[in-house]
């Protein structure tokens, strides 16, 4: 080998430097690297993980086998693209209606200064969004409720960063209307999964 020419060899956990004839050995760092750009998460719930109870729709005539309280998770958001004019936020239950999958939360307009919402906050109409028309017909926060005896449900919930000002968009708009504005106008998007089954 050249006394200039040197190789980097990688494994095993360690860096391993050859040069002239020599080697030097350097421990990696252990352990998964940082997280970087844009970024969801919940203290509600962590990713990929049980949402709690409290979260779910609540028992009533019309939702019998709801075991909630419905209080909305609280979310935050960190390191958005740059020039972001609003978010949109939506949570879509993968195994709602047989597998077809559900949208129970649509919210967009999100302003640029908004970077959370705490427990509970999704529950009710704010200026910190415009509510979209969910499955049932709703403007708010409607949690999950699946039926009986299922196997357990995944919720997505979405941020996608858009170039719409906050008031761009008119409110009632179903996700699939929402899909077809941001088309062209969505700049990045973070996401985070919960799990939920119906307790026995």
């Not at 030097?24 to 844009?38: D, K, L, N, R």
């Not at 970024?39 to 409290?54: N, V």
């Not at 597998?99 to 529950?123: T, W």
């Amino acid at each position: 080998m050249d006394k200039f020419q040197c190789r980097l060899l990688i494994g095993a956990g360690a860096i391993a430097f050859i040069s002239s004839g020599s080697v030097s050995i350097v421990t990696a760092v252990e352990g998964p690297p940082p997280q970087t750009g844009f970024i969801l998460t919940s203290t509600t719930f962590k990713d990929g993980e049980m949402l709690p109870a409290r979260v779910a729709f609540t028992k009533g005539p019309n939702s019998p086998n709801c075991v909630g309280e419905n209080i909305s998770p609280q979310l935050a958001w960190d390191k958005p693209p740059p020039n972001v004019k609003s978010y949109a936020l939506t949570m879509h239950d993968v195994e709602g209606s047989g597998g077809y999958g559900d949208f129970d939360l649509i919210a967009y307009g999100i302003p640029p200064s908004v970077r959370s919402f705490a427990e509970g906050e999704l529950n009710r109409p704010s200026d910190k969004f415009v509510g979209g028309r969910n499955v049932w017909n709703t403007f708010t926060w409607r949690g999950m409720c699946p039926p009986p005896g299922t196997s357990p449900h995944h919720y997505v919930f979405r941020l996608v960063a858009t170039d719409y000002e906050p008031k761009d968009l008119p409110p009632g708009l179903t996700y699939e209307e929402l899909q077809g504005r941001l088309k062209g106008h969505a700049k990045g998007a973070t996401a985070l999964v919960g799990v939920f089954v119906r307790p026995k």
